[in-house]
């Protein structure tokens, strides 16, 4: 079998590498393995910007500050005309190895999209905006930039002139993934921290936000595809207060993506040392007893068919032993999160609420 550790395909054997699947860990011991992270600031200095209807949605542009680095930008939708609080959703964009936009991909009628964003939408979110189609259903959502992505990233001028000669080109999409592996890392090992961890705390500062708003009174609870599925996760096992979630695309054993599903993933997927105490189903455990949707996709090139089976029964088991609701269902789809799952994960939170 093929291998991308090739001739160094006995290293994880070498190694012990056996991540067990009922969590040695909990939230608190997750946030810990995540590393050395700021603390969540008193005042995110919320500033509101205009509102605006577009198609029976009302957004409203929003900013907050978590303390360091550029400003979060975010977009609350409501249903149009809504005059009373409403449960809560955040909506986690995906990665796309697109970082130039961030909540844009989820959200319909805030501007004018580039092609490659539009193909975002096309082909991975059913060629809709699925946040816009959440808040028709009755929620308050709220889908906001995280570290690298939007208002959040490290622009083009940032960007080390070493990587352009490295790389032989002047493309930022391009660039901004490599900075990520070859640049970013670094810096976050020097600095004792994870990507996991930060984009963690980008999410729970933004639940933070969501509880403040006016717009939202009650559970809150959260959704997102591939990169945001697997933030999903991660807020879902270190947030009590968190109603639901929904994670799609972004589920299967560790083991199963040794020999060829490593490089396709980003480092958000792997903070260092995690899979000794906790693989990565472990992790949705770890959320229980919290309510929780996996959508998986049988077809899915970034996962094993085994994967993310076996990944589903050790969850369900693990829910049905603690009496806690859980589902997941297969689509026979590539990586994407289409019209039918969107339908089924919108009808499933509303469960959860109403």
Known sequence: MKTDLGTFSDLPAALDFAPPISPATDGAGLLKRFGN???????????????????????????WSVGWGPRTEALLLVPEGTTRPLPGALFLHSHDDVKEFGKEKVVDGAGELPPRLRWVGRWEYGNRAPANELAKRGFAVLAFDCFLWGSRRFTYEMIPNRLREVLGTDDYERLAVMHESMVLSKYL?????????LLNFDDRVALAVAWSLPEISGPVS?????????????????????RATVSVGAMATYASMIDSHIAPHSWMFFPQDLAKECDW??????????????QYCSQDQLFTPEGMRKAHEAIAAQYR???????GDFYPVRHSFTEEMQEDAFDWLGKQIY
């Open 37 to 63: 992270l700021p603390e969540i600031p008193d005042d995110v200095a919320l500033i509101r910007g205009k509102s605006w209807n577009f198609e029976g949605v009302t957004i409203s542009a929003m900013s």
């Open 189 to 197: 090992s020097l600095l004792g921290t994870t990507l996991a961890g």
């Open 222 to 242: 959260c959704i997102g595809l591939s990169g945001g599925g697997a933030r999903a996760i991660y807020l879902h096992a270190t947030s009590p207060q968190l």
């Open 281 to 294: 189903p472990g992790l949705a455990i770890i959320g229980s007893p919290k309510p929780l949707y996996i």
């Open 321 to 327: 032993e603690r009496g806690a609701v859980y589902r």
